[in-house]
């Protein structure tokens, strides 16, 4: 068989060998940086709002870039090969997402992945035989804005921080003896949506009454603390900014004032 011009002198599994095994690897290494974004409070509705959009932006680099390697050199075989190679790595992407169950109960994401799979590998296999004394360039330019996407979705994230206290009042003899703001510790703290239907992050206070939630989107929420002694629930709007702007302010939060007296506490 006569090599037609432009057309790639290594044997064909090797191509795809090499397609693969990059894609694959890039698979695994776009889910391993999705956990990195994910916060240690995050619920699994957070965790499932973050994988939508992360697996929407960052996987067309990946199956370009497989497709570009499967079609290098050869415009006949490479649209019929890449497509095939797309699938692959968008079922190993869904493998490992149904895994770590981060897959949304509906099955946009699923879908998306196949047809994305196929299409953006197909259209790196058709592109790879115009730009074959570029290709290294090209696959390289497609691994930094990947990185560099990734990057920028990282500083988009910020934390809400701060502290809850209550007033106690101590009493002896039916009279008031010290008033004095002290922190609470074990109160439930959560950040629900904006419309306050969803609950996305969820933690508790430390002995000192203080809370960290990290690894959030910026936008508006509602943050929720429950009084573990009243069960008495507390809600306030809130503005989670970008850590590298200065972050959001620290909020403070203020539950039921209790009274002391010489036995158990009441209200």
Known sequence: MVARPGDDTRPSWLVLMTAVTAGAAAVLASVFAFNLLVGDAATQAAQHNLVVSYMYWSQPFIYVMA?????????????????????????????MLRKQNLLPSEGNVVAWLMTAGALFALGGAMVAPLIKDYLGKAVAALVVLGIGA?????????TISGIAQRELITRAGGETRAMQTV?????????????????????????????????????????????????????????????????????????????????????
Request: one cysteine or more; aromatic letters at 8%.
């Open 150 to 158: 990734f990057v920028w979705t990282y500083l988009n994230l910020g």
């Open 67 to 95: 497709g570009l390697l499967a079609g290098v050199g050869d415009g006949r075989r490479g649209p019929i090969r890449a497509p095939v190679v797309g699938l692959l790595l968008a079922s190993i992407c869904w493998l």
């Open 183 to 267: 922190p609470v510790p074990g109160a439930g703290v959560s950040l629900l949506d904006s419309e306050n239907t969803t609950v996305l992050y969820t933690t508790e206070t430390n002995n000192g009454g203080r809370y960290r939630i990290s690894g959030v989107p910026i936008g508006k929420y509602t943050l929720s603390v429950k009084d573990p002694v009243t069960q008495v629930v507390v809600t306030d709007a809130v503005q989670v900014d970008r850590s590298i702007t200065g972050g959001t302010r620290w909020e403070g939060v203020a539950l039921p004032t209790l009274t002391q007296e010489s036995g158990p506490l009441f209200e």
